[in-house]
């Protein structure tokens, strides 16, 4: 209750743009669009996102504590999505090209620009229309839906002048876990068949293999079916990393473990604890095997490596990350 009271006095009771079964669409008024990021895992990058929440609801996204700064549950990142329709105008007021040259503009990184949102609301694609019309940056989007291939054109004029990507997120071809990790997301096939019709029309793209889950799809065969699957979709690159889990996420994805792999859950909380990582000399050992898939299919392009997150942090430090608990 104290939080619905508190959301009601932060966005002042808007009225939804459109509701359907479970998701209400609501406007939100940003102030500002892009976003500075330095962290390990994303360094040097400015982060652009034009919704708040994602349809999709995958149990393990880390993005869900962009909710509780709006005071409301994490269960309600899936469900309240909110929409950002003024930020075209905003990046046409503010965009300045020189500032972000040598910066990584990520699109989606912590919603994903392509949900069914888009469909109706087409911020992303007014965002992309602004980028086509600059040069010299570089910007990814990174989802996972096959509404994609809708701007295949559009791509392709902001590749023209800028060092332009799409991200295919893809961490297993297993439908049926899918559809209970990532509930609303698109199916391994219709993510794999937009990224071969991505890279047929010259579009660059490749697949994230993020996030790597310890226990569900770290096995060996999972892992070379998604790079043997990129490969053969024409991918031009393959990264993957091993799962984080903020606090906000914990909550959704044990919710997750405890209703569909019980078994799992004991452990997870043993190796995960109160960390958001597994520890390095798992990491590792995972990053090395796809490192090995990645050359087996010849998708080894020169990018660098991913390292293990904690590695070090933002001054350079070392993290302590050792390896105590990971039986799975
Ligand atoms: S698609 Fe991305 S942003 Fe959306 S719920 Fe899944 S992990 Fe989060």
Not at 56 to 79: I, K
Not at 209 to 227: A, C, F, K, N, W
């Amino acid at each position: 209750m104290q939080q619905a009271l508190l959301f009601d006095d932060l966005v002042a009771r808007p009225e939804p743009l459109r509701e359907k079964k479970d998701v209400q669409y609501l406007p939100l008024v940003a102030k500002t669009i892009l976003n500075s990021c330095n962290t390990c895992r994303m360094p040097n990058a400015v982060t652009l996102n034009p919704y708040r929440g994602c349809e999709f609801g995958c149990a393990y996204c880390y993005a869900r504590y962009t909710h509780e700064f709006m005071e409301l549950p994490w269960e309600h990142f899936e469900r309240r999505i909110f929409i950002k329709n003024t930020a075209p105008e905003i990046l046409l007021r503010t965009l300045d090209v020189k500032k972000l040259r040598g910066k990584h503009v990520a699109i989606g990184s912590a919603t994903d620009p392509y949900q069914p949102a888009e469909a109706r609301f087409l911020v992303t694609r007014r965002l992309l229309e602004i980028f086509a019309q600059v040069r010299g940056l570089t910007i990814t989007v990174t989802t996972k839906s096959a509404l994609v291939k809708r701007d295949i054109d559009l791509f392709r004029r902001v590749a023209e002048q800028n060092d332009f990507r799409i991200n295919i997120s893809l961490i297993s071809l297993n439908t049926q876990l899918l559809r209970a990790l990532e509930p609303k997301s698109s199916t391994p096939e219709a993510r794999l068949l937009a990224l071969k019709s991505l890279t047929e029309a010259g579009v660059r793209a490749g697949i994230l293999l993020m996030p790597i889950i310890p226990g569900l799809t770290d096995s060996d065969r999972t892992l070379e079916s998604v790079v043997r699957a990129a490969a053969a979709h024409g991918a031009g690159y393959v990264h993957g990393r091993v799962l984080f889990l903020r606090d906000s996420a914990k909550k959704s994805f044990y919710e997750f473990l405890k209703r569909s792999a019980p078994d799992l859950y004991a452990r997870y909380s043993r190796i995960y604890g109160r960390r958001a990582y597994t520890c390095d000399e798992y990491q590792r050992e995972i990053l090395s095997k796809v490192k090995k898939l990645k050359d087996k299919y010849n998708l080894n392009n020169g990018d660098a490596e991913v390292e293990p997150y904690e590695m070090v942090d933002q001054t350079g430090n070392l993290f302590e990350n050792r390896c105590d608990a990971i039986e799975l």
